[in-house]
């Protein structure tokens, strides 16, 4: 009688008789019975139904069990593991036969499919390219394959055409197994049909604009002859991206536009676009106490660019302003803001800017530098002294922060990992008011070197090609950076 054990998942075990479960015409009483008489009979033959999948060399290694070995259930589990581990199988199962005195063994597989190669057929113009195309299968090479995965890449790829206007694109699949190599290949011919118009817009909901406006900042009708274009998943974008743009162009900044469809008329073969938009209030940003330019607020409020109201931008852009006008010179400067509530269709942001002294670095020291030069430090600095270029010099808070570690990696990167770099203004700088002193106090701390570099595991490598690679060295310095580089 022949028993049969399947392994899916991977198991423990600790007796046969629980693993052969089934035998071939027998209850599974009777089959436990049996099972007594195997356990510990010598193995008179291991045989396997796909003996090519693997290496010889590779098999002796995972599967343990030899002829003349006495059988053990340990064993076979630690075999069906074996197996498994090599990634080539989805099913492993072992039957087991009395033959004389003993037992002989067959491995019966069911093999592991990988992706071999994708291949997209057929007539195509673009948009969407060859490439795009190939992505949109989401299929890696040398991947395990599933049936299921072809189905949803047909899926993927019709959306891609319709995306684009072929809504009457046909996606075929083919699919051929190379069984000696277990790979799949997977070929894709597309049709896609001819491509599909947009039509008039549907716009609906609080526009405060005039629908012809917005059907221009679309792009999707040719100007003046009037003409519709033909659709592609990039001009849908940008028509609702040049919507979105028409209103910020007017301080509607928390303005809302969604496309929530594109319908297809089959007869026509047009698509007409269902758009819902919020204008919402205008924003004003404006400075008080201190002139501000719009430029100047635009480029470092980031609700210009974000297109929304929120109070993380807003105390962004309270940073972004402090730097700036420390830079300017005012280092003392007081920066807040306040949201006012939308009265007749807007809503002001007021950024009050207290800018304070303004003052002129006059000198920058640099001590306790022994292991660099005053030149190599200063260049990895942003904080610089007044100059023909610079009229009051620079320095702000994030420059501070900056240099600080600029200058600590520096050091770390030579040894120094206790390095400590502290930064500091001295006000009336001999007694001039509004100079300051910029004074960089370095402390330096023991240099760690590298003493000895050990490469163990070499196999195939020559130690030489690996040692003349290494930034680590003995009596070089050591940093975390050389030994990430090492490691890479």
């Known amino acids: 009688m022949i028993g049969r054990l399947r392994k899916v998942l991977s198991v423990s075990c600790h007796h046969f008789a629980a693993l052969l479960c089934v035998f071939t015409g027998w209850t599974c009483g009777t089959a436990l019975a049996q099972v007594n008489q195997f356990e510990g009979k010598p193995v008179v033959a291991v045989a396997y139904s796909a003996p090519s999948a693997l290496d010889p060399a590779d098999l002796a290694r995972l599967q343990p069990i030899k002829p003349g070995d006495p059988l053990r259930s340990e064993q076979v589990a630690q075999a069906i593991d074996g197996l498994f581990s090599s990634g080539l199988f989805f099913d492993v199962a072992v039957e087991a036969e009395a033959s004389g005195n003993g037992v002989a063994l067959r491995f019966v597989t069911q093999p592991e499919w990988f992706v071999g190669g994708i291949g997209v057929d057929g007539k195509i113009g673009g948009p969407p390219n060859r490439g795009e ?99 592609s998943d990039v001009r849908t974008r940008n028509g609702v991206a040049g919507v979105q743009n028409k209103y910020q162009q007017k301080d509607r900044l928390t303005a809302k536009v969604e496309l929530r469809d594109l319908e297809y008329d089959s007869a026509k073969r047009r698509v007409r676009p269902h758009l819902s938009v919020n204008a919402g209030p205008k924003v004003k940003v404006t400075a008080i106490e201190t002139k501000v330019s719009r430029r100047v607020l635009k480029r470092y409020v980031p609700v210009f660019d974000e297109r929304t109201v929120d109070t993380d931008l807003l105390v962004e852009g309270k940073r972004n302003l402090e730097d700036y006008f420390q830079s300017q010179g005012y280092h003392d400067v007081d920066i807040d803001f306040r949201v006012r509530p939308p009265e007749n269709d807007l809503e002001t942001i007021e950024y009050v800017i207290s800018r304070g002294e303004r003052h002129k670095v006059a000198v920058l020291f640099v001590t306790g530098n022994r292991y660099f030069d005053t030149p190599t430090i200063r260049e990895r600095m942003f904080i610089a002294p007044a100059a023909l270029n610079l009229r009051h010099g620079r320095y702000s808070e994030a420059f501070r922060r900056k240099d600080e570690a600029n200058i600590a990696e520096l050091y770390q990167a030579n040894g120094f990992r206790d390095i400590k770099v502290a930064i500091t203004l001295t006000n009336n700088y001999k007694g001039k008011e509004g100079d300051v002193a910029v004074t960089v106090t370095i402390t330096e701390g023991p240099q760690w070197l590298v003493d000895k570099v050990t490469i163990t595991g070499l196999e195939k490598l020559k130690r030489s090609n690996i040692e003349s690679g290494l930034a680590s060295a003995a009596g070089q310095p050591f940093s975390d950076v050389n030994l990430a580089t090492d490691r890479n």
Do not use: C, M
């Open 133 to 231: 195309l190939h992505s949109n299968t989401h299929f890696s090479l040398g991947t395990q394959f599933h049936d299921e995965d072809v189905a949803n890449a047909v899926d993927s790829l019709t959306r891609l055409l319709k995306s684009n206007g072929f809504y009457e694109g046909q996606v075929t699949p083919t699919i051929e197994r190379a069984s000696n190599e277990q790979q799949v290949f997977v070929t894709f011919n597309i049709k896609e049909g001819k491509r599909a118009k947009y039509e008039q817009p549907e716009i609906e909901g609080n526009l405060l604009l005039p629908a012809a406006t917005i059907l221009r900042a679309t792009g999707w009708r040719v100007p003046i002859i009037h003409l519709w274009l033909k659709v």
